[in-house]
């Protein structure tokens, strides 16, 4: 992984982290058990671009797709998400921004949530 990759990549590592470590001291796993059970992630070039690729096992991890809260107003951020997902007890161990939006913030395409 060359360092500028890396160094992009600090951010996204870090909220995972967060993200996972108080359920991990929750069940009492060691460090070494909580990283294992991390997504597996490699550094990747494609046409002089470098990539960090994380692969989910859908078996392993929950896989979701998010754009309204419970009142039906859009979340707008990953912060927000995040949020929304602390405050009813879950843990989100990683999120992108995996779409294109109207200025209103509904999803451009086809959109599937649940089904």
Known sequence: M????????VPLLLAM??????SVAALGASFGQW???LPPCRDFTFEATSYLVCEVDPKRYQLE???KDAAGKPFQSL???????QAIGRT???????GMYH???APVGLY???G
């Open 2 to 9: 060359d360092f500028l990759t890396l160094l992009q990549s």
């Open 17 to 22: 982290a967060k993200g996972a470590l108080p």
């Open 35 to 37: 990283v294992v059970s």
């Open 65 to 67: 797709l998010f754009w």
């Open 79 to 85: 912060h927000n998400l995040h949020a929304a997902q």
């Open 92 to 98: 989100m161990l990683f999120g992108i921004n995996a």
């Open 103 to 105: 200025p209103n913030l």
């Open 112 to 114: 599937v949530e649940r």
